[in-house]
């Protein structure tokens, strides 16, 4: 009797130990919302990313395209764009600095100087400002 | 004895599955992609640097071959580069502090691969390898030569090879046996005494033989390990054959070190470098000022006169992403090292920026305890090991010597 109670708490200290070790490994959230075009924060804006150039390769500089729109639908051209992010279960943010170039037609705006310096979950958050109003948007990835 | 009791049979059930789920038959796809990733097969060709034109002239690699392991560009004709970049010792020299002229306050780095990173010396003060190669010449703990020194010994020692290259060499007549901004108060006194022109004449030949230098270093590369013919084996679904077999201690440090204990997160792709900076917490050096690392580093490049953006570069402002790009202000970067290849590391101890941990044991060890940074935020969470754990860390990373 005494060797079976022994056995399960051996059992439960396994668990103890896979439950630490899954936690440690720390997968991004199952349910991450991975969309790539999403209303703004404060609903000013609809916003829509996409690297210029897929996939995206983890330790390389590259860029992204940003689209920003009135939730009618137009096509907002006077935007500036700030650019901030990282790695949330990291706690560190970019290893560059990425900056908008400028509008570049139809509310589109190229943003440079992106780099993911490891694989995981990372973050890119867009402070977006025009006449319309000033406002953020959120998107992440997993590499 | 016959038969056995419930819990010794219960043992060796979890035992047989804890080693069946160490078999190298049983990566996860997961697993083999993170693997897959780390092969020496899976690193590029190396990027062009526009900032040098001769980055990739095997004309000024052999050059710069010559100045490498050259003593005359040295104060007194005892030091070289390769005075402590050791050609048969992964180009370093297994000191805490690197030893020239003088005792330096950092180890020195291994050179294999070393182009394919954007930032150089551990604080990445140089945005290129031949604005980093200028550091050291003029360093008085290095070299302690001069600039203007160096101009006349290419004259009388390598004038065709340099103008093979470069172009003519300018005149030098005329000008002092000594001078730089950087050396000592009488060759700074020197310095200021040239002309505007010849300066300038003097820091294109000094930065053309920092651009031979990187042609060289670039020419040198990594070789195939242990690891990279398993890890071949793994992704193609083959049995490794002869030496690249591993025992269960080394596939239980590869699934650690690209699980639980998170190694991966900065010693990523095949050269196991992020190529960025991170602070971990590295105890300070008894005797050394405080060392801030990248956060002190960011003003030296803008401000170095041999940075992509500056006169002597051959690059176009647009082309110098990494300066445009770079993280200026962020307080993880006080006190952040960069990461380096774990390539060829067993063999090279002591570890971190400046020495200060003697083996790879004891390397794990501080990756466990995590302990507080002695400037700026660590950025470790501390991972428990077991010996078995830490022996099998050790044994995978031997497998990439
Ligand atoms: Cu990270």
């Given at each position: 009797m005494r060797k079976w109670l022994l056995a399960?708490?051996?059992?439960?200290?396994?668990?103890?130990?896979?439950?630490?070790?899954?936690?440690?490994?720390?997968?991004?959230?199952?349910?991450?919302?991975?969309?790539?075009?999403?209303?703004?924060?404060?609903?000013?804006?609809?916003?829509?990313?996409?690297?210029?150039?897929?996939?995206?390769?983890?330790?390389?500089?590259?860029?992204?395209?940003?689209?920003?729109?009135?939730?009618?639908?137009?096509?907002?051209?006077d935007a500036e764009l700030t650019v901030d992010g990282g790695m949330p279960q990291h706690g560190h943010g970019l290893p560059t600095a990425p900056a908008s170039a400028g509008h570049i037609g139809d509310g589109r705006y190229r943003v440079e100087g992106v780099r993911f310096n490891m694989g995981g979950w990372w973050v890119l958050k867009f402070g977006i400002s025009s006449p319309a109003g000033d406002d953020t948007a959120e998107f992440n990835l997993v590499l | 004895m016959i038969g056995m009791r419930p819990l010794p049979l219960l043992i060796v059930l979890l035992m047989a599955l804890a080693l069946q789920a160490c078999s190298r038959e049983d990566f996860?796809?997961?697993?083999?992609?993170?693997?897959?990733?780390?092969?020496?097969?899976?690193?590029?060709?190396?990027?062009?640097?526009?900032?040098?034109?001769?980055?990739?002239?095997?004309?000024?690699?052999?050059?710069?071959?010559?100045?490498?392991?050259?003593?005359?560009?040295?104060?007194?004709?005892?030091?070289s580069c390769a005075t402590c970049h050791l050609p048969e010792r992964q180009f370093q020299d297994d000191r805490p502090?690197?030893?020239?002229?003088?005792?330096?306050?950092?180890?020195?780095?291994?050179?294999?691969?070393?182009?394919?990173?954007?930032?150089?010396?551990?604080?990445?003060?140089?945005?290129?390898?031949?604005?980093?190669?200028?550091?050291?010449?003029e360093d008085a703990r290095e070299h302690a030569g001069n600039r203007v020194a160096f101009a006349h010994r290419v004259e009388r020692a390598y004038r065709d090879e340099y103008e093979a290259v470069f172009g003519p060499l300018p005149v030098l007549s005329g000008l002092p046996d000594e001078a730089s901004p950087l050396g000592t108060a009488a060759q700074q006194e020197a310095w200021d005494r040239i002309g505007d022109d010849r300066k300038t004449e003097i820091d294109i030949v000094f930065s053309n033989l920092g651009k031979a230098l990187a042609a060289f270093q670039r020419t040198i590369v990594h070789e195939?390990?242990?690891?990279?013919?398993?890890?071949?084996?793994?992704?193609?679904?083959?049995?490794?054959?002869?030496?690249?077999?591993?025992?269960?201690?080394?596939?239980?440090?590869?699934?650690?070190?690209i699980g639980k204990a998170n190694c991966i997160d900065c010693h990523n792709g095949p050269r196991f470098t992020d190529e960025f900076f991170h602070n971990t917490g590295v105890p300070a050096v008894a005797g050394l000022a405080g060392d801030r690392g990248r956060a002190q580093a960011v003003e030296q490049v803008l401000a170095d006169p041999f940075n992509c953006m500056g006169p002597y570069s051959d690059a176009k402002e647009e082309e110098c992403e990494e300066l445009r790009f770079?993280?200026?202000?962020?307080?993880?970067?006080?006190?952040?090292?960069?990461?380096?290849?774990?390539?060829?590391?067993?063999?090279?101890?002591?570890?971190?920026?400046?020495?200060?941990?003697?083996?790879?044991?004891?390397?794990?060890?501080?990756?466990s305890a995590a302990p507080a940074a002695p400037g700026g935020q660590s950025e470790l969470r501390g991972v428990i090991f077991t010996d078995r754990g830490r022996a099998a860390l050790v044994a995978l990373l031997k497998t990439l010597d």
């Open positions: 399960g708490v051996v059992l439960a200290a396994l668990a103890v130990v896979v439950v630490v070790a899954v936690r440690m490994l720390m997968p991004p959230p199952d349910d991450l919302d991975l969309a790539r075009s999403k209303p703004s924060d404060g609903g000013t804006y609809v916003v829509s990313v996409e690297p210029e150039a897929e996939p995206v390769e983890r330790g390389e500089l590259h860029a992204w395209i940003v689209t920003v729109a009135l939730p009618d639908g137009s096509a907002v051209a | 996860s796809e997961d697993e083999k992609a993170l693997i897959g990733q780390l092969r020496l097969s899976q690193l590029g060709p190396l990027k062009p640097d526009p900032s040098n034109a001769v980055a990739d002239d095997p004309r000024a690699a052999a050059f710069g071959e010559a100045l490498f392991f050259d003593t005359g560009f040295s104060v007194d004709g005892t030091v502090l690197a030893r020239g002229i003088g005792t330096t306050d950092r180890r020195t780095m291994p050179l294999a691969g070393a182009s394919h990173g954007q930032w150089f010396f551990w604080d990445g003060r140089k945005d290129s390898l031949w604005a980093q190669a200028l550091g050291p010449m195939e390990t242990r690891f990279d013919r398993f890890a071949e084996a793994v992704i193609a679904g083959r049995r490794p054959e002869g030496d690249a077999e591993f025992n269960s201690l080394e596939v239980e440090g590869l699934k650690l070190f770079m993280v200026r202000d962020s307080p993880e970067m006080e006190g952040a090292f960069k990461t380096p290849s774990l390539r060829g590391a067993a063999n090279r101890l002591p570890y971190m920026h400046a020495g200060q941990i003697a083996t790879l044991e004891d390397v794990i060890d501080h990756y």
